[in-house]
T-cell receptor, first 114, second 112 residues
Framework: GAGVSQSPSNKVTEKGKDVELRCDPI?????LYWYRQSLGQGLEFLIY????????KSGLPSDRFSAERTGGSVSTLTIQRTQQEDSAVYLC????????????FGPGTRLTVL | KQEVTQIPAALSVPEGENLVLNCSFT??????LQWFRQDPGKGLTSLLL?????REQTSGRLNASLDKSSGRSTLYIAASQPGDSATYLC???????????FGTGTRLTVIP
């Protein structure tokens, strides 16, 4: 079946603008994760959704970052008042559940804040 | 906080060689460990997942081992091919945590 998809693949925005990044997980996967990969740094966890439970937001770097997951499927990561340090590749992953299963990653959205 | 280190940061080998990539983690209370490859401009592809109770996993020319008590994992690639050229990432899931902690990766180049 189809893998995890993300849109847009690339996004260039001006400092101070809001952006929305979209993730479509693999059908039937209940767990969804957002990570960020900055230049020269490893991947860092942002937020996690599992079914209808409250999300784990412990990795969000500031209150300018938020995410939601509608109907237990599609997720949107929103960054308000973007800053240059927000420039990174934003990766979404899903897994069948949060237990022992492999996380499957999408191709990412490359965000550039000018 | 779990810290994951990968050595070396970059590696170049001639085609056909066997090679080992190393991963170490500071907190041995892990749930599982996963190896990924990342091709330029693309997402991550899962290679192998080892549960904390397991010692190794094999898939084709790849073999991953886990020594939880010493905080180490290795990824062995046999008979390397140019198509193996990519960045290899090790990621650990801590017990009780939902997310993965990633190393910074090893960039592998296999020279034809």
């Amino acid at each position: 079946g189809a893998g995890v998809s993300q849109s847009p693949s690339n996004k260039v925005t001006e400092k101070g603008k809001d952006v929305e990044l979209r993730c479509d997980p693999i059908s039937g996967h209940t767990a969804l994760y957002w990570y960020r990969q900055s230049l020269g740094q490893g991947l860092e966890f942002l937020i996690y959704f599992q079914g209808n439970s409250a999300p784990d937001k412990s990795g969000l770097p500031s209150d300018r970052f938020s995410a939601e997951r509608t109907g237990g499927s599609v997720s949107t990561l929103t960054i308000q008042r973007t800053q240059q340090e927000d420039s990174a590749v934003y990766l979404c992953a899903s897994s069948l559940d949060a237990g022992t299963d492999t996380q499957y990653f999408g191709p990412g959205t490359r965000l550039t804040v000018l | 906080k779990q810290e994951v280190t990968q050595i070396p940061a970059a590696l170049s080998v001639p085609e056909g060689e066997n090679l080992v990539l190393n991963c170490s983690f500071t907190d041995s209370a892990i749930y599982n460990l996963q190896w990924f490859r990342q091709d330029p401009g693309k997402g991550l592809t899962s290679l192998l997942l080892i549960q904390s109770s397991q010692r190794e996993q094999t898939s084709g020319r790849l073999n991953a081992s886990l020594d939880k008590s010493s905080g180490r994992s290795t990824l062995y690639i046999a008979a390397s091919q140019p198509g193996d050229s990519a960045t290899y990432l090790c990621a650990v899931r801590k017990s009780g945590a939902n997310n993965l902690f990633f190393g910074t990766g090893t960039r592998l180049t296999v020279i034809p």
